[in-house]
């Protein structure tokens, strides 16, 4: 054993303790508190009487638990991508965003409030994430077909970077057209959405989003060691066995299944996927196993506090969760890096 | 060993490399020398199947490069170039155990370990093992990576040879890494499994270390064999458009230009 493997579980051990942790305070507070008394008791009761809940264990089962899920799932899909897009790029200033997911999800979103409200046609509760989904794979799929370079038919990564950034351009300027569009109460939607909230998670979509999350996961731990290879450059990995064109297509795959989904049900939330990995890569260096793992751990703590303090800090009314990642995230993300000696 | 016979190689209507055939045989040190755009690193491009010839083959042993699988080549071919450079922290040691993911899934086992311990032990990397790979300077990433294209063929295969290529490993190194690491290389001849292809460019490194030299030029193979029958005045006068004079002490040739 060697001292940074016995690190490494030790990290694994205390973000578990951290999560569990947080977990549960996101379950006791909010618009009003719940003890663990009666979450004990909810627990219980949804298994022998399920009649019999108390209005308070109906807040429990049907919004708050539901919600506390989504969030850590959520986290860690998000950190998850970002560990994946960083290792892919090669590059520690990639974010999950940059290959034009959220853009587009966000895209396919005011697209649905836009057109929703003027066409009046009747949607459903799975509308919007499927409007989402769409704009997020059809905007990842431009932004690879762009890239493609026309002599050899591979897309290098400053050029789907670039492509990256243009596509994005494009959608967000065309999220702004359809919310100057859109009139008041849709345009709330639009700007709400495009922060990010929790506030609707049901049972149904946390159900969605774990299996694709935990499926896109499992998949993704099996090409990690890939992923360290490609940190020497493509031509070392090619030498020690990687399958340059395949690892790409794989990982850009989960990538986009990762992001659109979650942007789906949530909208966007911003540098959870650029700042948790590197937090990690502080402490822990950058060894893909142990940073997958980890980041999602990270990602479902930081997102579950973030929504806590989106909820508590106007309580009643909330706040968007992407301006908390953003005004918390940051800040600490800037002291810990002028603090350590990060080599780039 | 390796045999190439008639390579050819183009961009456009640019032939990098006509008609090329060497051969280069195990426990001997094989290096490939010639004037810049004579197209070493593209021969060596081609052996490390990088690059599939127009025409002609490659076999490592009895067996066609191409139709080798990428995983089973990684496991009996290592290539270290030159200049490597990480885009993020990792220790030494998780660098060089880099070179024995061919053989493992998960995780490493008893035999990975035991691989890049003894092979950072030979390269004097065996101190720094806990180091960030970062903080190294020029001459200690090098040692790393030597470390790790050796951990990466430690072991004999059954039945096979092992290759190492080394593609331009010197070119950023001083005079006294140099000379250190082609000791070294040296020193892991007395495996007679192992059959080595490198590209230098001093032609005093080839001089001192070499046991066989292909000279190529414009894509061709001007000479190859015997140091002593590839390095003289005129085919280097020819190649390089300079006329050495060369000094033989203590059974060392030295070119003086």
Redo the contacts between chains.
Sequence with gaps: M???KSRHTLGLFVLLILLIVTFLLSLCFGAISISLHDIYDAVYKILTAPDQLSLVQRIFIDIRLPRAIACVVVGASLAGSGVLM??LF???IVEPGLIGTSSGAAFGASLYFVLGASLKFTASEWTLPIAACIGGVISTSLVFLLAKNKVHGKSSVTSLLLTGIAINAIFLSAVGFFSYLARDPQARSITFWNLGTLSGASWHSVAIMFISTTLCFLAARRYT??L??L???E??A??????IRKLKLIIMVINVILVAVATAFVGVISFVGLVVPHLL?LSF???NRFLLLASALLGGVLLTLADLVARLALAPAELPIGIVTALVGVPAFIVMLRKSN??F | MISVENITVSIGSKPLLENVSVEFEPGKLNLIIGPNGAGKSTLIKVI?K?LVPKTGTVCFGKSDLQSIS??N???I???L?QN????????V???VM??R??HFTEKPGKKDEDAIEHAMKFFDAWEM??R?Y??LSGGEKQRVHFARVLA?IWFPVPDNYRYLILDEPLTFLDVYYQYQFMNKIRELLQREDLVMVGVVHDLNLAARFADQIVLLHQGKVVVAGEKEKVLTIENIKQVYQLEPKIHTSENIMHLLF
Excluded: C
């Excluded at chain 1, 090619?238 to 399958?243: A, K, P, Q």
């Excluded at chain 2, 490597?84 to 220790?91: E, Q, R, S, V, W």
């Design positions: 060697n001292y940074l960083q290792a090669r590059n520690p060691k890939q360290n290879a940190m020497m450059g031509e070392e090619f030498f020690i066995g990687v399958d890569r260096g950058s060894d990060y080599y | 490390s990088q990428h995983s080549l990684s496991v071919r290592a290539v170039s490597i450079d990480l885009a993020f922290p990792l220790t040691r998780e660098v880099m070179g993911y061919p093992a806990d960030n970062m903080s990466q």
